[in-house]
């Protein structure tokens, strides 16, 4: 089955600087890959989200860029501010069953924006 | 206007209990999951249901088997709980193989 690895597991920047995560898959079927933020005591909530025909997305200060030769994917996000404090996970799925997508999510990472 | 709702919120047992757990969704969604995340944050799926197919994860124990009243709810059903069935337990809906949006949770503590 798929596996996902997540670098690094905890992050810490200065407000205002750029933050990079970067994961890497198993499963060379895969063609879905979701970013979620995870703040404390509430569930993931997807921030952006790529598929494997394209090999950039951005939304305002969050890009991914995916790169499925050497299958592995990673969120950019620029001028970081305290609220983007929180637990990053990244996740891949084939999409391949009846049953929508099973997502294979990475450990997570924690970020810290220092003010 | 609550997307993905389980309850209930906190849920305090007894080894050997069985509980369940319900979660709806309004989005109008044909997917629904199950998902644990355990103490060290890690998440991992549980099923995939939808009324073409229940997909389930050959890690989950038996003891849990999810029940859909209909296209909008997805209830998780645990017998005989474990000490380390303890986590925090996400309901999660999708269209297809759209985007999956998450409930707030629900931490199950066994003791």
């Known amino acids: 089955g798929e596996n996902v690895e997540q670098h690094p597991s905890t992050l810490s920047v200065q407000e205002g600087d750029s933050a990079v995560i970067k994961c890497t898959y198993s499963?060379?079927?895969?063609?879905?890959f979701p970013w979620y933020k995870q703040e404390l005591g509430k569930g993931p909530q997807l921030i952006i989200d790529?598929?494997?025909?394209?090999g950039e997305k951005k939304d305002q200060r969050i890009a991914v860029t995916l790169n499925k030769t050497a299958k592995h994917f990673s969120l950019h996000i620029t001028e970081t501010q305290p609220e983007d404090s929180a637990v990053y996970f990244c996740?891949?799925?084939?999409?391949?069953?009846?049953?929508?997508?099973?997502?294979?999510f990475g450990g997570g990472t924690r970020l810290m924006v220092k003010p | 206007d609550t997307a993905v709702s389980q309850t209930p919120k906190y849920l305090v047992t007894q080894m050997g209990n069985d509980k369940s757990i319900k979660c709806e969704q309004n989005?109008?969604?044909?997917?629904m999951y199950w998902y644990k995340q355990d103490s060290k944050k890690f998440l991992k799926i549980m099923f995939s249901?939808?009324?073409?197919?229940?997909?389930i994860n050959e890690t989950v124990p038996n003891r849990f088997s999810p029940k859909s009243p209909d296209k909008a709810h997805l209830n998780l059903h645990i017998n005989s709980l474990e000490l380390g069935d303890s986590a925090v337990y996400f309901c999660?809906?999708?269209?297809?193989?759209?985007?999956?949006?998450f409930g707030p949770g629900t931490r199950l503590t066994v003791l």
């Open positions: 999660a809906s999708s269209l297809n193989t759209d985007t999956q949006y």
């Open positions: 790529i598929r494997s025909n394209v």
């Open positions: 989005l109008g969604h044909d997917t």
């Open positions: 499963d060379s079927a895969s063609n879905y």
């Open positions: 249901y939808n009324n073409k197919e229940l997909i």
């Open positions: 996740a891949a799925s084939a999409g391949t069953s009846n049953a929508g997508n099973m997502l294979t």
